[in-house]
């Protein structure tokens, strides 16, 4: 008989063979990417892989995961919607703003938005806001993960546009797409300075991570609106 363990807000840890993470499945019956479906005490659950999900992998780090049944979350770099999906598990009752650059994906993301109405897709450069303001509401969280050289301006710019003053931040900041020359370590700071201090809205850094070893040179961040 499998096991269930409450991790944070809708998220858990199924024990089945082997610990999972994992989340309830809103979507009964359906998987998104190959992931296991696993049934304790008559309740559905997804598991979710933290090598194919930085905010996954935040979650294994130990990162406080700031959200609720009823939070609404601006996703920047929402790809085909592996993470989107779990996140759309946890905010059953909120509501995903999931931004997407590339037509292929949003492909993806529109089928998975036809079967989990609180994903809103947007096709999108997450680095100009100005262009979904019209189709986004002030959010609780904003999480971000893009592969753009100025993650810390991109984050900031959605910030000051949607993320209320008691909204948090989660980014996952890859170094190569920054520099890719430059020592990861080295981008981490520097990054993580401009966030607190180089553009308006500054922010409080609250944690910062490696992501190892579920993704190599990738640090996670939680930030909160100063």
Known sequence: MPEIKRLSNGIFEVIKDKKHLATKNLDSGKTVYGEKLITVEGVEYRTWDPRRSKLGAMVL???????????????????????VSHVSDIVSEGAVYAVEF?????????GLASRRKNIHPILADAGKPDSYSHLVEPVDLI????????????????????????????LSIKARSIDTVAKPKEVFKAEVKKLEQAFEPRFEILNAKDLMPYHEDHLGVLAKLK
């Open 61 to 83: 780090k130990k990162f406080n995961t700031p959200l609720k049944e009823d939070s609404k979350v601006l996703y920047l770099g929402a790809a085909s919607g592996t993470t």
């Open 102 to 110: 590339a037509p292929r994906s949003m492909r993806d993301l529109i």
């Open 143 to 170: 999480f971000q993960d893009v592969a753009q050289p100025n993650q810390a301006e991109i984050a900031a710019r959605n910030a000051v546009r949607f993320l209320k003053r008691d909204g948090y931040l989660l």
